[in-house]
């Protein structure tokens, strides 16, 4: 198996949709772009939040088992994926490439 490398590459916030529909939160993301991670084995890294890895860990868990080529050529290097946490405020989007 293969291991995964998570890079945060952007994160943004809407506070137009947070003003408009998010209540007062006193603590949000820790991400920080630039930040990596390295997943083994198909895991979650330690200090991924459980939410940005509910988005990609099939995408992480492909690639660490050598597969790729997500939607017949989306990506320009087929071993790696684009993806974005879930969080509709503060959307984290993450490089996912395979390690040799």
Same mark, same amino acid.
């Given at each position: 198996?293969? +291991?995964? +490398? %998570?890079?945060? %590459? ?7 949709? *947070? ?9 949000? &993301? ?8 390295? =997943? &083994?084995?198909?895991? +979650? ?5 459980? *939410?940005? /890895? ?6 992480? +868990? ?11 050529? /989306? #990506?320009?290097?087929?071993? =790696?994926? #684009?993806? *974005? &946490? ?6 984290? *989007? ?7």
């Amino acid at each position: 198996m293969k +291991k995964v +490398k %998570i890079t945060a %590459i952007r994160k943004v916030w809407y506070q137009d949709l *947070s003003a408009k529909y998010e209540n007062p939160i006193e603590h949000s &993301c820790d991400i920080e772009e630039g930040q990596i991670f390295v =997943s &083994c084995e198909g895991q +979650k890294p330690e200090g991924l939040c459980d *939410s940005a /890895w509910e988005s990609m860990q099939t995408f992480v +868990k492909e690639l660490a088992n050598g597969g790729g080529n997500f939607f017949d050529g /989306w #990506m320009k290097n087929p071993h =790696s994926a #684009m993806i *974005s &946490c879930n969080d509709g405020f503060r959307p984290v *989007s993450f490089l996912l490439e395979t390690m040799e």
